[in-house]
C-alpha cells in the first residue's frame, strides 16, 4: 500500500493561475519535504518540515510556499506559476533526523505550466 | 553547503556486464542514501549506508562508504534490463534539521 500519496498525478495549470500540490502520509513521520525535479535533473529541495517548524531553503522563490496543517498532511502551493516552474514535485517524509533512517517518497505530481 | 558528486553522469552497458557509480561528497556524510527513479515517477530506496567502510548488498547490487565518509560506489553485478533507470545519491547532513540532498543522478541503460 502506498505511504506516501500525492495527488494528483499530473496537473494542468495556467501561467499565472494559482496551484495547489497534496501530499498525505500514513507513517507519522516527523519530517516532510518538497523537492522540484526538473528534466534530466537532480531533485532540488525546496523546503521541509521538521514537525511544525518550517525549513526553507534559501534559494526557493517567494512563489512557493507550503502548509502542513497536521502531520498526514502537506500542500505546496505555487502562487504565480511561471513557465519556469513546469516540473516534477516530489514529496517525502522521513523520521526524526535524516541520516539514520531514510525517506520515503510519493510518486510525484508532474506539473505542466500552459 | 554540503554537495554532492555523482560520476559518470550516464552509462550504457551491455546486458550481464558490471558496472559502477560513484557518488563524491564535498563534506563527511552521515548516513548516505542511494535511491532509483524510473522515468516520470518517484524514488525508490534502495540502501542506507552510515558507517565508515560498511557494505551493503541487495540482490545483483552492493553499496559502500569509504573509510573516511566521502565517497560512496553503487557497483551492480550482471546488469540486466531491469536496472535501467536513474540512480540518485542522497545525503543528510550533520546538523538536526532532517535535510536531505541528492547529487545529479547517473542514467543507466542496458542493452540486452
Known amino acids: 500500500d502506498a505511504m506516501v500519496i500525492q495527488n494528483p498525478r499530473y496537473q494542468v495549470t495556467q501561467f499565472g493561475k494559482p496551484v495547489t500540490l497534496s501530499c498525505s502520509q500514513t507513517?507519522?513521520?516527523?519530517?516532510m519535504y518538497w523537492y522540484q525535479q526538473k528534466s534530466s535533473q537532480a531533485p532540488k529541495l525546496l523546503f521541509h518540515y521538521y514537525d511544525k517548524d518550517f525549513n526553507n531553503e534559501a534559494d526557493t522563490p517567494d512563489n512557493f510556499q507550503s502548509r502542513r496543517p497536521n502531520t498526514s498532511f502537506c500542500f505546496l502551493d505555487i502562487r504565480s506559476p511561471g513557465l519556469g516552474d513546469a516540473a516534477m514535485y516530489l514529496c517525502?517524509?522521513?523520521?526524526?533526523?535524516?541520516?539514520?533512517?531514510?525517506?520515503?517518497f510519493g510518486q510525484g505530481t508532474r506539473l505542466t505550466v500552459v | 553547503s554540503q554537495e554532492l558528486e555523482q560520476s559518470p553522469q550516464s552509462l550504457i552497458v551491455q546486458e550481464g556486464k558490471n558496472l559502477t557509480i560513484n557518488c563524491t561528497s564535498s563534506?563527511?556524510?552521515?548516513?548516505l542514501y542511494w535511491y532509483k527513479q524510473k522515468y516520470g515517477e518517484g524514488l525508490i530506496f534502495l540502501m542506507m549506508?552510515?558507517?565508515?567502510?560498511e557494505e551493503k548488498s541487495h540482490e545483483k547490487i552492493t553499496a559502500k562508504l569509504d573509510e573516511k565518509k566521502q565517497q560512496s560506489s553503487l557497483h551492480i553485478t550482471a546488469s540486466q534490463p531491469s536496472h535501467a533507470g536513474i540512480y540518485l545519491c542522497?545525503?543528510?547532513?550533520?546538523?538536526?534539521?532532517?535535510?536531505?540532498?541528492f547529487g545529479q543522478g547517473t542514467t543507466l541503460q542496458v542493452k540486452p
Open positions: 507513517l507519522n513521520h516527523n519530517v
Open positions: 517525502a517524509t522521513s523520521r526524526r533526523t535524516i541520516g539514520s533512517t531514510e525517506a520515503f
Open positions: 542522497g545525503a543528510g547532513g550533520s546538523s538536526n534539521t532532517g535535510k536531505l540532498i
Open positions: 549506508l552510515q558507517k565508515g567502510g
Open positions: 563534506k563527511t556524510l552521515y548516513g
